[in-house]
């Protein structure tokens, strides 16, 4: 790839072809953010709903985050997973807290907890073997899932085209139909060991789980001697209005996995499980960088903010006034249909227009719209938890003016 004019001009004397291809990016680079806004190279402002993909819980570089990586970096930033350290001993402590689960390990990304999840089931399905005494390993996982871009999470991951990309895939991974109980029970086999799920796939176009469907798979788990594992990398730490996701059902799963917002945009990522699957020895699971204290620190910062009173009511009260102001949108332009939970949002367009409708966002002057488009008919909204309803309202405002644009 060669790198655009506009950038050639700006960053001469970096050369952007020393970085991998792997996407295409826009020829911009973005130089400062700010809350719900990015600047670039050029000066010019963006207001940001991607911010970083769902992970910028609380905007860009919120003063808690930048005072809490300060002070921790003037202490110590890495004794070392071997020994304990104070920002991850209370990190864990208050997630336990504030979460039905008993046990926390700390990683670095979504896909290294979902790892770490998997690996937890199936030394679990080893030591409680199925009635033939062979150890028990299968993970059922859904269409259109995502779990991330390991090996084994890919092979979890129900993408189309991602089980022969890297052939041959992790197995053990057979796929059910979100929200159809009958799909999961058909799979279930002596070898079956969990069930995992995003409670709101992210990735797949914002899909939430039924309350329904969450209760019926965590008595059909129960029923089968099965693990519920949740991976809420997306639609947990306050996204969905709850701190978690699998709270909207009133159930409690056995195994949970956090990343994106929990470190606010560090990476960060976290495995919590109930004591009884708790079943780890020494050796089974480590990693260099594994809750060490500056990332640790910082999602105390994230989680002391998502805990002061009222901001889950707020994350709720701002996702009704998105989605009513989608709806309107949706009316107006003749689009198909809204839908999410909290400020995880996505607005159906009934036709593939989306990446269209995301360049002329961008490129809106004076000020561009950053937009996510995970399908070509679809649009992802992933605000900060914390944007305001002026915020919103800008965002509807711009988006409109690109729908007019598109439909002249
Ligand atoms: C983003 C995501 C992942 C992967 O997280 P990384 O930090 O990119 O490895 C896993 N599961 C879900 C639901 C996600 O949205």
Redesign the pocket.
Known sequence: MNKPESLNQAFAQYPTEALLYITNRPPLVFTEGSGMWLTDHNGKRYLDWLQG?AVNCLGHSPQCLQDALVSQAKKVINPSPAFFNEPSIKLAAMLTEHSCFDRVFFAN????T?EGAIKLARKWGKIHKNAAGDNRFEIITFEHS????TLA?MSASGKEGWDTMFAPQVPGFPKAELNNLASVEALIGKHTVAVML?PVQ??GGVIPATKEFMQGLRALTTKHNLLLIV?E???GMGRTGKLFAYQLSDIEPDIMTL??GIGGGVPL?ALLCKEAFAVFEPGDQGGTYNGNPLMTAAGIAVLEELLKPGFLQSVVDKGNYLRDGLLRLSDKHGLESERGEGLLRALKLGKPIAGKIVEIARDLEPQGLLLNSPRPDLLRFMSALNVTTEEIDLMLALLSGVLDQIAA
């Open positions: 993909w990304s979504g896909a290294e979902n995502f779990h991330g871009r999470t995003e992210g990735e991976d990398v997306q639609a990343g994106k990522s």
